[in-house]
């Protein structure tokens, strides 16, 4: 049986579709099993689901993953759920061009054969929301448009005329409405806050958001779906235990991980041992370490102070162990974190200064080609993603194991500064983009 599923897609940016996802994933796992994801590459949107739900939320990014690839993923993590909810990235139709669909919601709704609910910000809007609806509904035909949300709603009255204007001119049924609000989530220099530090009464909050909208319309609009082939087959490649031990750090400072990164590790073979280095947690015996990203700007004090886990890292990584570090992770394995003018030494590992800056660098992909001496993928073909808002400033003569062909990298084209067995790198890789990076850095911890 095909797993009931629905796309929440808003009529542009800032429309409210995270929160309104967030809390009809959260009102809808009272009683169902409810699957989360999230168009495009993201972080912060996908740990709202994973708090909303109980269940870790998946990206779906078309120019990371194949299709395959994709449909694949989502069967395996639908396989025992009631319903599945995407919600999308950016306008709809929005991609990586002006005029395709690469990158864009309405390619993953096409590709999943899933029902669209359309939210879309009515303030100040009656007749006109009717317009804006029809022209997604007529820009491409094969997108299903099965429901709107109007949100932004000032009252009653507005919200009888802008839901007679879209079901008797655009032809397209109202399933809910979200009053105007004196307040939203709190922002970051990164997105939404992360949920770790939201109370329980900010996720109460969002589910309350959504008390209007029809919750038993949108599970029968999710069972509409067409026929698609989903593998539920595991997306990785199972292989025996090696014996070998990788520690993630999975804190306040490190939280930006792909859950395929973590799960592809353990299907390698190897025993992940998370940790929390900014909460004083030492670094565990292991033989790797795959440092993510996230907020050590933040904690750069708390990381600074932990002594043992910096020097844990540096004797590791001097002893042949292996370090691969991401955006944050790679800051924390330079000699020095710059910021405010404040610095704190880090890991050493790596001779170089980053910077926070708060100059905002992306979000945008990358693809990258591993060097001939790259100690972990010489010579691969890799995508992924970069957003960060630092500077990292490496001694002439630097060594690098990663050749940037899309995106800024570190410097010069170049990314993945590499001293040993450790690598730090900018980009945030998929690891279902790159089938070797997991059973390679794996062996590389063996060795």
């Known amino acids: 049986m095909m797993v009931p599923r629905i796309v929440l897609a808003g009529a542009g940016s800032g429309v409210g579709k995270t929160t309104i996802a967030t809390g009809l994933m959260r009102r809808l796992s009272r009683g169902h099993r409810v699957q989360g994801f999230k168009v495009g590459p993201d972080f912060i949107d996908p740990m709202f689901h994973t708090a909303a739900t109980g269940r870790p939320s998946r990206n779906l990014d078309s120019f990371m993953l194949e299709p395959d690839v994709m449909r694949n993923l989502f069967g395996w993590s639908t396989r025992d759920a009631d319903i599945a909810i995407v919600e999308g990235v950016r306008g709809l139709y929005d991609g990586l061009t002006a005029v395709g669909d690469t990158g864009s919601t309405a390619e993953i709704a096409k590709m999943l054969d899933a029902p669209v609910v359309l939210i879309v910000n009515a303030r100040s809007l009656a007749k006109s929301a009717a317009a804006v609806v029809l022209g997604f509904r007529q820009l491409d035909p094969s997108v299903r448009i099965a429901g709107v949300i109007l949100n932004q709603i000032g009252g009653p009255r ?25 307040e939203a989530l709190p922002e970051r220099h990164l997105g939404l806050i992360a949920p770790g530090e939201a109370r329980k009464d900010t996720m109460d909050s969002l589910e309350a958001l959504v008390e209007d909208v029809d919750v038993n319309r949108i599970m029968e609009i999710a069972s509409s779906a067409g026929d698609v082939d989903l593998p539920t087959s595991s997306p990785f490649v199972e292989q025996e235990p090696t014996g070998v031990r990788i520690a993630v750090p999975c804190d306040r400072a490190y939280r930006f991980y792909y859950p395929e990164n973590i799960e592809a590790l353990s299907a390698a073979g190897a025993e992940v041992l998370r940790f929390r280095p900014s909460e004083g947690e030492d670094l565990p015996d292991c033989d790797g370490v795959y440092l993510g990203g996230g907020y050590p700007e933040l904690y750069a004090s708390a990381i600074a102070d932990n002594r043992n886990f910096l020097e844990g890292l540096r004797t590791l990584s001097e002893d042949g162990g292996a370090v691969y570090g991401e955006c944050g992770g790679l800051m924390t394995m330079c000699s020095s974190l710059h910021v405010n003018g404040e610095e704190h030494r880090m890991a050493g590992i790596l001779p170089s200064m980053a910077v926070f800056t708060g100059k905002r660098h992306g979000p945008s992909y990358m693809r990258v080609t591993g060097t001939p001496d790259n100690f972990l993928l010489p010579n691969a073909a890799m995508r992924g993603h970069e957003f960060h808002y630092s500077e990292v400033r490496p001694m002439p003569g630097s060594s ?21 067995r450790s690598m730090g790198t900018y980009m945030h890789l998929h690891a279902l983009s790159c089938r070797q990076w997991a059973p390679a850095l794996v062996a590389a911890a063996g060795h």
């Open 158 to 182: 507005h919200l009888a005329k802008a839901a007679e204007a879209v079901e008797s001119l655009a032809g397209v049924e109202v399933v809910g409405a979200i009053e105007r609000q004196g």
């Open 400 to 420: 690098y194991g990663l050749r940037v062909e899309r995106g800024l990298g570190i410097a010069g084209s170049m990314d993945g500064l590499m001293v040993r």
